[in-house]
T-cell receptor, first 115, second 114 residues
Framework: AQSVSQHNHHVILSEAASLELGCNYS??????LFWYVQYPGQHLQLLLK??????LVKGIKGFEAEFIKSKFSFNLRKPSVQWSDTAEYFC?????????????FGTGTRLKVLA | NAGVMQNPRHLVRRRGQEARLRCSPM?????VYWYRQLPEEGLKFMVY????????ESGMPKERFSAEFPKEGPSILRIQQVVRGDSAAYFC????????????FGDGTRLSIL
């Protein structure tokens, strides 16, 4: 079955630390990839997306993600986190052969940034 | 706020009652998706609708759950005779079309069953 794994369920960092959140998926075909963020009390917001082209994707708020096809990974990175990055982060995969609408989500990573 | 609107934000029901969750898509979006998030799990696809049509309901339980997206008005996810296991967060998303357009999510409805 298609699945998405986010290895870290809870991450605690100090401000200015670097961040990398792992995301791996199990699907051999073509995919669209997404990272969403949910700030406390708010809705899911799209951070960045990968459809094709340059595997290094820049998103909002200084986030980026790298698609490594051979590793089935789409890890999220930020060189220097801020207190305001405290949120829950979800990786989502859209396997294209199942229709472009079906997203498969990871379980999420709760990030807490200490001021 | 022109985003996806869901209401109510929180809904409490007793076992056996009915729950109705509403979702108004973003302006200009005609595709609606419902997802369910159980505690400590990721969002799971339930159903995909376009106006007056259910396109894919493969993720929806066969009994007690139904969804609609009428010509006028919001999309409704209806759960009849709720049970404790229905307690979850239900998220609605919308997109302009289904091909390579990211889905935009609402705030979710947190359903609690007493």
């Amino acid at each position: 079955a298609q699945s998405v794994s986010q290895h870290n369920h809870h991450v605690i960092l100090s401000e200015a630390a670097s961040l990398e959140l792992g995301c791996n998926y199990s699907y051999g075909g073509t995919v669209n990839l997404f990272w969403y963020v949910q700030y406390p009390g708010q809705h899911l917001q799209l951070l960045l997306k990968y459809f094709s082209g340059d595997p290094l994707v820049k998103g909002i708020k200084g986030f980026e993600a790298e698609f490594i096809k051979s590793k089935f990974s789409f890890n999220l990175r930020k060189p220097s986190v801020q207190w305001s990055d405290t949120a829950e982060y979800f990786c989502a995969v859209n396997p294209l052969t199942s229709g472009t609408y079906k997203y498969i989500f990871g379980t999420g990573t709760r990030l807490k940034v200490l001021a | 706020n022109a985003g996806v609107m869901q209401n109510p934000r929180h809904l409490v029901r007793r076992r056996g009652q009915e729950a109705r969750l509403r979702c108004s898509p973003m302006k200009g979006h005609s595709h609606v998706y419902w997802y369910r998030q159980l505690p400590e799990e990721g969002l799971k696809f339930m159903v995909y609708l376009q106006k007056e049509n259910i396109i894919d309901e493969s993720g929806m339980p066969k009994e007690r759950f139904s969804a609609e997206f009428p010509k006028e008005g919001p999309s409704i996810l209806r759960i009849q005779q709720v049970v404790r296991g229905d307690s979850a967060a239900y998220f609605c998303a919308s997109s302009r079309d289904s091909s390579n357009q990211p889905q935009h999510f609402g705030d979710g409805t947190r359903l609690s069953i007493l």
